[in-house]
């Protein structure tokens, strides 16, 4: 197919009109016009460039692309080296982060509830990033801790009564610490999200809700692989999801 038919087919499946963020999403590094071999991964990083390329891809996909609203905006250095290589390469760079996050079935919230068993009842917070939902078999917070390591491979860090009982849960994957402050008001019995900050401990400690960090990378790295899926099965193409290790 051709780049700017995935484009504009990405736009509007991921509604990426509707989010206000933090980088642009959709094509950020322009390569070749045809478009039959896909890579996806969570980070456009230089490992996963070179390894793209390696494949000979002609677009890769990532939940985690260039040109953050804080990024420093010289091309220098490491930067310089990544858009190189995918300059070199003729290779698409294509970086979706929170339409990715939000979509209803893709998503990376809707992909982390299906790996977990969560069934999902409702949304609330900033952009209706933070998804609520239950549990359909009741079990203590350190059951429900180890069935999230067994699932993700991962052990997570987790911050609660071990013997409570988590009926309730509310998650954001990623970096979504900051949404604890908002999601220890709620009845809910934990909130799970990828990394963790020093005032979560206390704050899970004193609102009895219960908090999970279970990897920034673990917790996001199912939702690109999905859209991978749904696109090599909408329009024929080929698709390798890359998982490169990344404890944080
Ligand atoms: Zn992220």
Redesign the pocket.
Same mark, same amino acid.
């Given at each position: 197919m051709q780049r700017q038919e995935l484009e504009a087919y990405l736009a509007q499946l991921l509604s990426v009109a509707q989010f206000k963020d933090y980088a642009p999403n959709g094509l950020q590094v322009e390569g070749r016009n045809q478009i039959q071999h896909i890579v996806t991964g969570v980070t456009a990083s230089q490992a996963l460039i070179d390894a793209a390329i390696a494949l000979n891809a002609d677009a890769l996909l990532v $939940? $985690?692309g260039f040109f953050w609203k804080s990024e420093a905006l010289p091309i220098v250095r490491t930067k310089k080296q990544r858009i190189a290589a995918l300059l070199g390469a003729d290779l698409n760079l294509f970086g979706y982060h929170l339409p990715l996050d939000a979509h209803p079935e893709l998503g990376n919230n809707a992909q982390l509830a299906k790996q977990l068993g969560l069934i999902p009842t409702g949304r609330c917070g900033d952009q209706n990033l933070v998804w609520l939902g239950e549990l359909p078999v009741p079990m203590s917070f350190d059951t429900f801790t180890r069935h999230i390591a067994v699932t993700l491979n991962r052990q997570p860090l987790s911050i609660g009564p071990a013997d409570q009982i988590v009926r309730q849960v509310a998650w954001c994957t990623?970096?979504a610490q900051g949404y604890f402050h908002d999601v220890a008001n709620l009845d809910v019995d934990c909130f799970i999200t990828g990394e963790a900050s020093e005032f979560v401990t206390h704050l899970a400690k004193e609102s009895g809700v219960g908090f999970i960090a279970a990897g920034?990378h673990a917790t996001?790295r199912y939702g690109i692989a999905a859209l991978g899926q749904h696109l090599a099965q909408h329009f024929g193409l080929q698709h390798t999801h890359l998982d490169l290790d990344n404890p944080v």
């Open positions: $939940h $985690h990623g970096g920034h996001e």
